[in-house]
C-alpha cells in the first residue's frame, strides 16, 4: 500500500501521456471568476510558460471524474452540499506530504501538444490553513503519525490551481470544535485506489 502521506511517484503518469485530441465545443465555455483568472495566470507563469496568454473562458465542470475518482465543486448539489467529493488531499510537489483543501471550481481549457489540442484539466482549490500555537488547541493525533488523521483550521488559505497530474485522494473530515476539523485522507473510494 502507499505511503497516504506523500503517495507512489508513478501514480499519476496517465495524464502526463495522453494521446487523443480534445473534442470540444468553444460555445460552451464560460468566462471564469476574475479571481481563479489571476490564480490561472501565476499558476502558470510558474510552470515556466514562456509568456502563454491565458485564456479567459473555460470548459466548467460541476463534478469531473479521474481515473475513477469522483470530485466535485463545493456546493455542486444536493449530494454535494456536505462537501462530500470536494474536500480533497492533493500533493503539491513531488515527494511532499499531501495537503487538505476544498475544491472551488473544475474547469478544462485546450491545451496545445505539438499540432494536437489536449484536454487541460484544472482545479481552482483553497487549502484548509494548519494549526498554530494561536489557535490555542493541541492536536491529539500529531503522536500517532501512521494514522494519518490531523486537526486543520477551518480557515481557508488563498486561491491556487492544481492539475489532475498531482496527486488527489478523497479526504473525510468531522468537525472537532468551533473552526477546526480533523481531516483524513482516504486511500479507497469504491475499490479504487487513490489517484
Request: net charge neutral; hydrophobic share 40%.
Amino acid at each position: 500500500m502507499n505511503d497516504l502521506r506523500t503517495l507512489d511517484s508513478n501514480l499519476n503518469n496517465h495524464l502526463a501521456n495522453q494521446e487523443d485530441a480534445w473534442d470540444y465545443d468553444r460555445n460552451k465555455f464560460e468566462r471564469l471568476e476574475p479571481v481563479i483568472h489571476e490564480a490561472l495566470v501565476k499558476f502558470f507563469n510558474s510552470q515556466n510558460t514562456n509568456g502563454r496568454i491565458v485564456d479567459t473562458h473555460a470548459l466548467l465542470h460541476k463534478e469531473y471524474e479521474i481515473r475513477g475518482l469522483k470530485i466535485a465543486e463545493m456546493n455542486a448539489g444536493a449530494k454535494n452540499t456536505m462537501g462530500r467529493h470536494s474536500t480533497i488531499f492533493f500533493q503539491p510537489n513531488a515527494n511532499t506530504e499531501l495537503a487538505p483543501a476544498v475544491i472551488r471550481k473544475i474547469f478544462s481549457m485546450p491545451q496545445k501538444h505539438g499540432k494536437i489540442e489536449r484536454q487541460a484539466v484544472f482545479l481552482a482549490i483553497h487549502r484548509y490553513r494548519p494549526l498554530s500555537p494561536s489557535d490555542g488547541v493541541e492536536d491529539p493525533f500529531v503522536q500517532y503519525a501512521g494514522f494519518g488523521a490531523r486537526l486543520w483550521s477551518e480557515d481557508l488559505g488563498p486561491l491556487e490551481i492544481i492539475t489532475p497530474v498531482q496527486k488527489i485522494c478523497h479526504a473525510v473530515s468531522r468537525r472537532w470544535q468551533e473552526g477546526i476539523s480533523v481531516l483524513h485522507a482516504i486511500d479507497q473510494v469504491g475499490y479504487k485506489i487513490c489517484v
